[in-house]
Antibody
């Protein structure tokens, strides 16, 4: 059974940092592109970033470039998102999800999300 | 960046109604269009990929159509479990933008 379990969220002050983790199981992790998507309270979905299976290709949404860093450790079946210079508008639930070419890179499995609150 | 515009942003419908939701891309995205369903407090669920291919396990009352810039999600006969918010996403190029969502509510 495919499982994605996020952790690392919490309350952080503006300008602070957090490292989110996503533990994957039930599939060959290194074969899949992994994504982070966030959702602010009561708002829609916002794509954050993706990283290819090998880690060689990475993209970010424009508003997160330079502040967020995605990475993965295939030996640990884990995905990460380092958040820095956090702002109130980064408050959201952060989801990790997987994508594959056979579904046109649609996100077929999602974690339950980890909440991040940026507030003083 | 490719902007994705969904309409309507919300709609009210009754069980058994036919429902259509539109998603328009700011430029051609071929058929790299994904539809998701999201219920409150839950992560999204993949419904349709490649604009018209039903994900395994998704009921056949859901269908998708379109190519290029204009896409439609259709629910042929709305069921109680279909009341949710629906999002489109383009995966043609990064950033892989989502539409703003369409909330389907009970009439």
């Amino acid at each position: 059974e495919v499982q994605l379990v996020e952790s690392g969220g919490g309350l952080v002050q503006p300008g602070g940092s957090l490292r989110l983790s996503c533990a994957a199981s039930g599939f060959t992790f290194s074969n899949y592109e992994m994504n982070w998507v966030r959702q602010a309270p009561g708002k829609g979905l916002e794509w954050v970033s993706y990283i290819s299976g090998s880690g060689s290709t990475i993209y970010y949404a424009d508003s997160m470039k330079g502040r967020f860093t995605i990475s993965r450790d295939n030996s640990k079946n884990s995905l990460y998102l380092q958040l820095t210079s956090l702002r109130a508008e980064d408050t959201a639930v952060y989801y990790c999800s997987r994508a594959y070419s056979t579904t046109w890179y649609g996100l077929d499995y999602w974690g339950q999300g980890t909440p991040v609150t940026v507030s003083s | 960046d490719i902007q994705m515009t969904q309409s309507p942003s919300s709609l009210s419908a009754s069980v058994g109604d036919r429902v259509t939701i539109t998603c328009r891309a700011g430029q051609s995205i071929d058929n790299f269009l994904i539809w998701y369903q999201q219920k409150p407090g839950k992560p999204p669920k993949l419904l349709i990929y490649a604009a018209s291919t039903l994900q395994s396990g998704v009921p056949s009352r859901f269908s998708g159509s379109g190519s290029g810039t204009d896409f439609i999600l259709t629910i042929s006969s709305l069921q109680p479990e279909d009341f949710a918010t629906y999002f489109c996403q383009q995966t043609y190029s990064a950033p892989r933008t989502f539409g703003g969502g369409t909330k389907v509510e009970i009439k």
